[in-house]
T-cell receptor
Framework: AQSVTQLGSHVSVSEGALVLLRCNYS??????LFWYVQYPNQGLQLLLK??????LVKGINGFEAEFKKSETSFHLTKPSAHMSDAAEYFC?????????????FGKGTLLTVNP | DTAVSQTPKYLVTQMGNDKSIKCEQN?????MYWYKQDSKKFLKIMFS???????INETVPNRFSPKSPDKAHLNLHINSLELGDSAVYFC??????????????FGNGTRLTVT
């Protein structure tokens, strides 16, 4: 069974500082990995995804993530935080085979950005 | 606008009542889902339908009954509501299940409060 662990339920950074949100996955087959963002009282929006190919994935709003198979990680980064980045971030994994498709989510990391 | 839309946005009701949440997507997707997000923001899949056929049922109490009249609609009916059912329920859609690398598109959620 696949699973996702997000280290740190709450990350606080200053505006302009580096954002690093950690995600480790467990999957018995090659995984597909996703990062979603949830703003207050809204649904989840896709930030970026890794399927195959290039291990450094660029997403929207200046975010990127690197797939490291040896470390089973898919950490999300942004060089310079903006106030508008404050939100809940979810890492998710799906398997690359099987007849059913579902995303398994981590427990989320709340990002706060201080002025 | 192309989107996943769910109604109502807020639902407040008493224990023991029966209520329904409706979801519609105009993205042309074959697969629709219901996810439950608890008070700690943890997202867990409940059901998945592919072209009106149930393909995932994640051990949800049988008080919850999804219904898919066509592939663009997936409604959730809940009987005999309990306090523990209070949560935010998200509808989502994606292309056919074999497309494991396709992201989910989420609605904005229905916040259910059972008193």
């Amino acid at each position: 069974a696949q699973s996702v662990t997000q280290l740190g339920s709450h990350v606080s950074v200053s505006e302009g500082a580096l954002v690093l949100l950690r995600c480790n996955y467990s999957s018995s087959v090659p995984p597909y990995l996703f990062w979603y963002v949830q703003y207050p009282n809204q649904g989840l929006q896709l930030l970026l995804k890794y399927t195959t190919g290039a291990t450094l994935v660029k997403g929207i709003n200046g975010f990127e993530a690197e797939f490291k198979k040896s470390e089973t990680s898919f950490h999300l980064t942004k060089p310079s935080a903006h106030m508008s980045d404050a939100a809940e971030y979810f890492c998710a994994v799906s398997d690359s085979g099987g007849s059913n498709y579902k995303l398994t989510f981590g427990k989320g990391t709340l990002l706060t950005v201080n002025p | 606008d192309t989107a996943v839309s769910q109604t109502p946005k807020y639902l407040v009701t008493q224990m023991g009542n029966d209520k329904s949440i409706k979801c519609e997507q105009n993205l042309g997707h074959d697969t629709m889902y219901w996810y439950k997000q608890d008070s700690k923001k943890f997202l867990k899949i409940m059901f998945s339908y592919n072209n009106k056929e149930l393909i995932i049922n994640e051990t949800v109490p049988n008080r919850f009954s999804p219904k898919s009249p066509d592939k663009a609609h997936l409604n959730l009916h809940i009987n005999s509501l309990e306090l523990g059912d209070s949560a935010v329920y998200f509808c989502a859609s994606s292309p056919a299940p074999r497309h494991h690398n396709s992201p989910l598109h989420f609605g904005n959620g229905t916040r259910l409060t059972v008193t």
